[in-house]
């Protein structure tokens, strides 16, 4: 393609993949977070009292829907200052990270800074709009660049890094200065686990000013909505009505069932802090097995993930563990400070995340097939 984008790369995994589904056990799949739990009852429900839409869905959304956004975000995250008409909402995120350089206008001319290790959706949404991408954690890094996007990703996808609020503050000073938009992938925000995250949009961090500034939320991993695509976004009035504009010409709309489920979702936080307590058991149980086999658990303060190394390379990890019927995802997948770590997910059943925990602490056969 003219954009030049990479390998796919969990196309790269096959071989890794067989071994592990060799395992006389079964292979425990942790190398993709895709959820694995059942969507909460009120949640169908919303979405099957809804199917019988047969318009056209609003783009923006429907009031309820960004009534029920505006109220989550404060609720959940002390978030303040959020007006109904700075919500959107988008067809996951994933979808949105890929189009935002896009559509925002961005071109060759403009410059796209992400973090060194991270999501590859970004670079990609970057690459598909031809722009010039800058991969840097620092500040000192960039120099005088002056870029018009900056993406941060807190909790990280893949470390599980938290960033503190004194780093979210400067970062947001200095692209104010600069003229720089600030999209925040805020997709774990609730999945805090040796600290608490603060959203970019929080008062401590920009003072209660969201000009620049836009925060990126999904229902994925929160309420297990993966396949239903349901995610919004908000922040700076200004850029969310350029984006809604932009939406509506490329029908970009957010299915009327979807949004129903989503409003369900948002306004029941009981489903969600059970989901949360699924996740944190298993990352005990995942953290404990781990490092009792040796493995060295870098970051990982919150997130669905683990980020681990023997201290060899990522692929011979990868291997080690597909011999035990275990997938994870080579670090190297996020960048090349990766290059000696995995990631292991989160999310797999209680009964998979046992059989893991078994196979890491020897209590369970290898695969006989040879590497």
């Known amino acids: 393609m003219s954009a030049s984008l990479p390998v796919f790369p969990w196309d790269t995994l096959d071989e890794a993949r067989a071994l592990a589904t060799a395992h006389p056990d079964g292979v425990v799949d942790l190398s ?9 009852p009120r949640i169908r429900e919303a979405l099957a009292a809804a199917s019988a839409s047969s318009g056209y869905p609003a783009t923006a959304g429907t009031p309820r ?9 404060n609720r959940r995250y002390g978030i303040t200052g959020v007006t109904e008409a700075a919500v959107l909402p988008v067809i996951g995120t994933k979808e949105f990270i890929a189009w935002l350089p896009t559509l925002l206008g961005l071109g060759p001319q403009d410059q796209v800074v992400v973090p060194e290790l ?30 018009a996007l900056v993406y941060l990703n807190s909790p990280s996808n893949p470390t599980g890094r938290v960033l503190g609020v004194d780093h979210l503050r400067k970062v947001v000073g200095w692209a104010r200065e600069r003229g720089a938009l600030v999209a925040s992938d805020e997709c774990y925000l609730g ?17 209660g000013d969201h000009t620049g500034l836009l925060a990126l ?52 936080d009981a489903h969600q ?30 997130g669905l993930y683990l980020w681990v190394t023997r201290g060899e390379p990522c692929r011979d990890t990868v291997a080690w563990l597909a011999q035990r019927g275990i997938l994870v995802a080579p670090g190297e997948f996020y960048g090349p400070g990766g290059a000696r770590h995995v990631r292991v997910a989160l999310t797999a059943t209680d009964e998979r995340i046992a059989a893991a925990v078994a196979r890491l602490s020897g209590k369970a056969p290898c695969n006989t097939v040879a590497v």
């Open 65 to 73: 829907l960004r009534e029920a956004a505006v109220k989550a975000l």
């Open 32 to 40: 993709v977070g895709t959820p694995v739990d059942p969507v909460a």
């Open 118 to 147: 991270a999501y590859p959706t970004y670079d990609v949404g970057a690459r598909l709009a031809r722009t010039q991408v800058i991969h840097a954690d620092s500040l000192t890094q960039l120099g005088p660049q002056t870029p």
């Open 273 to 302: 802090d059970e989901q949360r307590g699924r996740y944190r058991r298993r990352r005990d149980a995942l953290l404990t097995a781990f490092r009792s086999a040796g493995f060295t658990v870098d970051h990982s303060q919150a």
């Open 191 to 207: 999945l805090g686990w040796d600290t608490e995250p603060l959203s970019v949009l929080h008062p401590s961090v920009c003072d």
């Open 217 to 268: 939320h999904s229902l994925s991993k929160s309420s297990s909505l993966a396949g239903y695509r349901a995610g919004f976004v908000a922040g700076d009035p200004r850029v969310v009505a350029e984006l809604l504009a932009v939406r509506k010409h490329a029908g970009m709309m957010v299915p009327t069932p979807v949004q129903a489920a989503m409003v369900a979702a948002l306004d029941d």
